[in-house]
Each structure stands twice: as structure tokens, then as C-alpha cells.
């Protein structure tokens, strides 16, 4: 998106910019910069941040039940829903408070510009795949280019700086390495692959949206009311379909991960069938540490852990199917095709360099 239009400032328009900062700096801040910051001293003082979500100190998760799909989503959902209330938020947010040409002028262009900016952007963020998921649709609105708001959506998650210390307290700083080398593949490599799918025609279509967007933004009444409305509508649309597909998910965990222990070698068809699990799969933020942790301890060899270390914090299906309409097919298509392959990578990495 090379020319950008300008839209005039209107009287609401510092209070509304205001109030998205005050929201994403507080917000953040009490739900992750602050216990992020203690929950280090605890790993590093440890070697652990907790047990496993998959199956608590058992070596296998529960069979397939109703009690095992509701005991996993009482879990996640108190481990989540703070940082998935602060995702609605900046997701509408996004949309409503913010003049409509801010964020297709820093992500919207279809080079690799954009895609840096999503994924330095997504640093501090910290957030899992599915409470990132709302801004990512806020961004999509705003037309931010596919490429940028996938850096951003990855990059929350694969990226988060916390998770990297807790993963090198507890599990090695050469699992961070391995982590960190592929996850800057994965995200700003994804990104730009996905922004090389756009066609001119999708191009001149953002533009177009744009210019639509710019000439409402100068008509509508309240940001705050629209916020409001904006809030709701996204909140009713994708949190029961979220619920929905957590409760799944967990009922599923046995068949997903049906053999946890020795017998889970280095072979290459046990590293994909975790990267495949690991891609379908939803987790709270670093769970995957101690799920990994816990995995290896019980004699899980180290290609499969590192395929599921890759794997399991970037995408899940539920975050899948909250951002479909924003990413649509091809785009998600392709993400799915880089986790996984990002996740088999790793494996094959971890067992080459002796992990």
C-alpha cells in the first residue's frame, strides 16, 4: 500500500488515541508485564513454572471424556481469560479509538517494512495465539497487510521474551536458542511468504477499503460508543466458537498425544505426529515449557519435544477459526504448512545437535 490517505483530526480524536494507550500500557501490564517479571525469579530459583496442562503430574493425559474436556477448560480458562478479556479490548480497540490510516501507514504495505514493524510490535505483547487473535482481526480491519498481522500474531506468542527466560531457566538456554533462531524464521519468513501471496487485485482492494474507511471514520459519532458496539459484536462472534473448540481439544488430549513416554523415539514419523499435534493444539501462554519439561522427564525423546516446543504456542484450531474471516483460506492453509514444518525442522535439529 504505497499512498496512504490522510484523515482529518477530529476533536475526540486525542482522547480516543488516550485511552487505546492507556489500555494496552495498563493492560499489559497487570495481566503480563508484572507476572511475567516475578514468575522468572521463580523458574530461575526452580527450574519450573508449574505442571504440565496436558495431564498435571500424571505421565498421560485422562481418556477421551466430557470430565476430561471440562477439567481442561476450567484450567485454560483461569490460566486465560484475563489476557483473552484484554485481547477483545485491543482488538475493537484497534478498529474504534485509533485513526483509521495509523495502522495500514506502518503495516500495510506488502514488503518486509511491514512485517518487521508486526513483529517487533508483538514483543511486548506476550500474549497466546488465541487471546492475540482478536487484534489480529482488529488489524486485519484496519487493513495491516497479511504478512504483518500474521508477524504480530506469531510473534506474540513464538517471540515472547518471557517465555524464552523461562525456557532457558528451566529447560536449557540452548532450547531458547533453538527456539529463538526458528521462531524469527517463522515470523518475519511466514510473514513475508505471506504477503508474496497477495495479488495486485487484493492489493487494490485494501486501498480502496482504506479510502472507505477514512471517509466513515470522518462521519461516525462517538469513538467510544463505537468501541462499544464494536466490543460486543466481536466478543459474541468469537468466544463461543473459542469455547466450543477448547472443550474439544481438551477431550481429545489422549487421542492427540496418545503415547507419552520411551517409547516416543527420534524417529521422523513420531517428530510429525507431534508437530501435527502440537499445531492443533491450545495452550495457555509457555505452557509448552512445562508440558515439554514434564514430556522429556518421563523419557519423551528430545526431536519429538522440540517439534512440540515449536509447535503448540503459535497457532491452535480454535485461533484458527476466530481469525478465518480475517486471514480467509490460503492464508491460514499456509500457516499450517510452516508450523508444522517449523516444528519438524526443530525436531530433526534437536536430535542432530545432541539435545
Known amino acids: 500500500m504505497e499512498s496512504l490517505i490522510q484523515t482529518p483530526r477530529r476533536p475526540g480524536s486525542a482522547f480516543a488515541i488516550t485511552l487505546f494507550a492507556l489500555i494496552a500500557i495498563v493492560g499489559l501490564y497487570y495481566v503480563k508485564w ?129 517465555t524464552l527466560v523461562f525456557m532457558g531457566f528451566v529447560l536449557g538456554w540452548h532450547w531458547t536458542a533453538l527456539r529463538l533462531t526458528l521462531g524469527a524464521l517463522l515470523v518475519f519468513g511466514g510473514g513475508w511468504l505471506v504477503n508474496r501471496q497477495a495479488t495486485p487485485a487484493e492489493r487494490s482492494a485494501a486501498r480502496e477499503q482504506l479510502e472507505a474507511l477514512a471517509a466513515e471514520a470522518s462521519l461516525q459519532g462517538s469513538r467510544f460508543a463505537q468501541w462499544l458496539k464494536l466490543l460486543a459484536r466481536m466478543t459474541l462472534r468469537l468466544v463461543p466458537e473459542y469455547a466450543v473448540l477448547v472443550l474439544l481439544l481438551g477431550a481429545a488430549r489422549a487421542w492427540l498425544f496418545p503415547h507419552v513416554g520411551p517409547e516416543v523415539d527420534n524417529a521422523i514419523w513420531w517428530i510429525l505426529a507431534f508437530a501435527i499435534a502440537g499445531t492443533l493444539f491450545v495452550i495457555p501462554t509457555a505452557a509448552e515449557v512445562p508440558i515439554v519439561q514434564a514430556m522429556l522427564s518421563f523419557g519423551v525423546a528430545a526431536g519429538p519435544a522440540a517439534a512440540l516446543l515449536m509447535t503448540l504456542p503459535p497457532i491452535s484450531v480454535p485461533s484458527l477459526a476466530m481469525t478465518a474471516r480475517a486471514l480467509g483460506v490460503r492464508v491460514q492453509a499456509t500457516l499450517v504448512l510452516m508450523v508444522v514444518a517449523a516444528g519438524v525442522v526443530a525436531g530433526l535439529a534437536a536430535v542432530a545437535l545432541h539435545f
Not at 51 to 67: C, D, F, K, R, V
Not at 121 to 129: E, Q
Open 34 to 162: 508484572s507476572p511475567y517479571y516475578h514468575r522468572a525469579f521463580v523458574a530461575a530459583d526452580t527450574h519450573s513454572i508449574g505442571h504440565s496442562i496436558l495431564a498435571g503430574t500424571e505421565p498421560m493425559p485422562p481418556q477421551a471424556s466430557w470430565p476430561a474436556a471440562l477439567g481442561y477448560a476450567t484450567a485454560y480458562a483461569k490460566a486465560i481469560w484475563q489476557a483473552l478479556v484484554l485481547g477483545l479490548l485491543l482488538g475493537s480497540a484497534v478498529q474504534a479509538l485509533l485513526p483509521a490510516h495509523w495502522v495500514a501507514r506502518l503495516l500495510g504495505s506488502a514488503g518486509m517494512r511491514s512485517v518487521a514493524a508486526g513483529g517487533l510490535l508483538a514483543l511486548p505483547g506476550m500474549m497466546c495465539t488465541c487471546c492475540a487473535a482478536p487484534v489480529v482481526v482488529g488489524l486485519r480491519a484496519r487493513q495491516a497487510s497479511p504478512g504483518a498481522a500474521v508477524a504480530f500474531w506469531l510473534g506474540n506468542s513464538v517471540l515472547n521474551p518471557a
